[in-house]
């Protein structure tokens, strides 16, 4: 059951390694804005997710290429360790 415990450590570090950015950004954004409504007393809720959807739409645009390579790698060392999986081993 190693290969299989490698394969799962390795899609669990990749998830962790993609979402993290993501989570970062919308919350420092949420915060910022948060702040800016408690300042103002404006609570609206368009406010609140408007600014997270352009955030992590610029995230993706900038980082997309890199986490899709990420994905492939993954993929690819999925497909290579088949045999091993199929084996037990």
Known sequence: M??????????????TVLVLPAVIVATIVGTAVAIVQAATQ???QTLTL???????????AFFGAPAVRICGALFSTALTSIPALVRGG
């Open 2 to 15: 190693s290969a299989l415990d490698g394969l799962l450590r390795e899609a669990f570090v990749v998830c």
């Open 42 to 44: 404006v609570h609206e």
């Open 50 to 60: 408007l600014p997270k959807i352009v955030a992590i739409g610029a995230l993706i």
